[in-house]
């Protein structure tokens, strides 16, 4: 079940969004085959790389922000990118451009705290964006948990395209995190699921005092829990109107 896309675009260009996107890209592209020896990639990861035991060690703390713009390969890449397109728009249209930069930041060291705290002696190196988006989904599920999500199901054969409120998607995301987590030791590496867990979490506490600011449960009334924006009717959208059989 993959998120494609949501039905209520930003008012705005997000500008930092696709400053984001661009930036991890070029980050990407720039790296991309860039290493004559697996000597010099290792060294690299060292230097750019979030490695949970070289923080408890104190050293490298710049890597809480360098390793949010690595990825390890073009699936990481666009899996991440995709999901800071779908959710960060209308983030930076509620919060403004200078906020929801502090916010993707602050989220994103936070989740990589949260990595060392619950990996403190790993020395695997960990890169990705996925921490700070974790924390723009952490938002959004508190602003607008009643947003239409088109997510495609795959089983198999079988495609379909389905539109959820953006509650159950986030949800039912939260909770495969919260099993991967509770289910691997965080300090052999693979997918660093207290991070993403971290974010969330740090994603919706930051978001929180906006939430409040804005009427808290009477914004989600005034707003039916949706950005204020006309919802986008997609051409592959299912549709209500029934199917009358031939004869």
Do not use: C
């Amino acid at each position: 079940m993959f998120p494609i896309r949501d039905h209520n675009p930003s008012g705005g260009t997000p500008y930092v969004v696709y400053a984001l996107i661009a930036a991890n890209v070029l980050v990407f592209l720039a790296n991309l085959g860039g290493f004559e020896s697996m000597r010099a990639l290792n060294q690299f990861y060292f230097n750019w790389a979030l490695i949970p035991a070289r923080i408890t060690s104190g050293d490298g703390y710049h890597t809480l922000v360098t390793s949010m713009f690595l990825h390890g390969g073009l699936m990481h890449l666009a899996g991440n990118m995709l999901f800071l397109w779908i959710f960060g728009d209308n983030l930076e249209d509620r919060m403004g451009p200078v906020k929801f930069f502090g916010f993707y930041m602050v989220s994103g060291i936070g989740a990589g705290l949260i990595h060392v705290l619950t990996a403190p002696g790993s020395a695997v190196p960990t890169v990705g964006a996925s921490g700070a988006i974790a924390g723009v989904m952490g938002g959004y599920l508190l602003l607008f948990p009643r947003a239409r999500v088109d997510v495609l199901i795959i089983l198999v054969v079988f495609f379909r395209i389905l539109p959820i409120p953006a509650w159950i998607m986030l949800a039912i995301w939260f909770a495969l995190q919260a099993l991967g987590g509770f289910g691997a030791d965080p300090e052999t590496g693979g997918v660093a699921y207290w991070a993403h867990i971290g974010g969330f979490v740090v994603g919706i506490a930051l978001a929180l005092p906006l939430w409040l600011r804005l009427g808290g449960t009477a914004f989600w009334d005034l707003t039916h829990g949706k950005p204020p924006h006309p919802d986008r009717k997609y051409r592959l959208s299912p549709t209500s109107i029934p199917r009358v059989p031939r004869k």
